[in-house]
C-alpha cells in the first residue's frame, strides 16, 4: 500500500530565516506531487505540482520554491521567510497521468513569529 | 474567474439524520468533482469522485450527485454519527481542463448524540 510522509509535524521559525519542508511517498512509482497551503480558516491553496524528477510547475508567485530529487522526493523550500508564510503546509500525491484523486499527508504546522 | 463555494456555516444535525452538503461552482464546467473529508489538523482524506455523466455516485453510507445544468453537487451522509463530525470539502476541476482539483473552503458538519 501506498504512505506519504512529511516532516516536520511542527515548526516554529523567525522572519528571515530559511525553510525546509520534506515529503516522501512510499509504494507508487511516478506519481504526481503537490505542496499546498491551508491558512487559518481558509481554503487549500495550491503552491507547486510536479509531474516527474526536475519539472516543477508554480501557481503562485511567492517566495517559496520546490524541489523534486527523486522519483519520490517533494521539497518545498525558502531562502529567507515572511510572517504571511505562516499556515498549514500539505504535500500530496496522485497517480501519474491525469490521476485526479489526491492522497495527502499529515502535515507541517508553520509558525513563522 | 471559476468560483466554488461552499456554506460556511456549520451544519448541526442530529445522530441518525441525513445530513446534505452543497457545493456550487461557477464560470465553468468541470468534467469531474470530488469531495474530501478533513479533520482538524490533519490532511484532507478523498471519499468520492464523480463524473459529468453520472447523476450519482454512492459508497455505503456517502451519496454525491453532480447536476451540471444546476452547476451544484450535493453530499449526502445517511444514518449520520457522531464520528462524521468533519469539514467536507468540494473540489471540481480546475478551469481549462486540468486534471487538478480546485478546493472549496468546506462546510463544518457536527452531528449531535
Known amino acids: 500500500s501506498q504512505t506519504i510522509h512529511q516532516w516536520p509535524a511542527t515548526l516554529v521559525q523567525p522572519v528571515g530565516s530559511p525553510l525546509s519542508l520534506e515529503c516522501t511517498v512510499e509504494?507508487?512509482?511516478?506519481?504526481?506531487l503537490y505542496w499546498y497551503r491551508q491558512a487559518a480558516g481558509r481554503g487549500l491553496q495550491l503552491l507547486f505540482y510536479s509531474v516527474g524528477i526536475g519539472q516543477i510547475s508554480s501557481e503562485v508567485p511567492q517566495n517559496l520554491s520546490a524541489s523534486r530529487p527523486q522519483d519520490r522526493q517533494f521539497i518545498l523550500s525558502s531562502k529567507k521567510l515572511l510572517l504571511s508564510d505562516s499556515g498549514f503546509y500539505l504535500c500530496a500525491w496522485s497517480y501519474g497521468r491525469g490521476g485526479r484523486e489526491q492522497y495527502f499527508g499529515p502535515g507541517t504546522r508553520l509558525t513563522v513569529t | 474567474s471559476q468560483k466554488i463555494e461552499q456554506n460556511s456555516e456549520a451544519l448541526n444535525i442530529q445522530e441518525g439524520k441525513t445530513a446534505t452538503l452543497t457545493c456550487n461552482y461557477t464560470?465553468?464546467?468541470?468534467?469531474?468533482l470530488q469531495w474530501y473529508r478533513q479533520d482538524p489538523g490533519r490532511g484532507p482524506v478523498f471519499l468520492l469522485l464523480?463524473?459529468?455523466?453520472?447523476k450519482e455516485k454512492r459508497k455505503e453510507r456517502l451519496k454525491v450527485t453532480f447536476d451540471t445544468t444546476l452547476k451544484q453537487s450535493l453530499f449526502h451522509i445517511t444514518a449520520s454519527q457522531p464520528a462524521d463530525s468533519a469539514t467536507y470539502l468540494c473540489a471540481p476541476d480546475a478551469s481549462g481542463g486540468s486534471y487538478i482539483p480546485t478546493f472549496g473552503r468546506g462546510t463544518s458538519l457536527i452531528v449531535h448524540p
Open positions: 464560470n465553468y464546467s468541470p468534467a469531474y
Open positions: 509504494g507508487t512509482s511516478n506519481p504526481n
Open positions: 464523480i463524473r459529468e455523466n453520472e
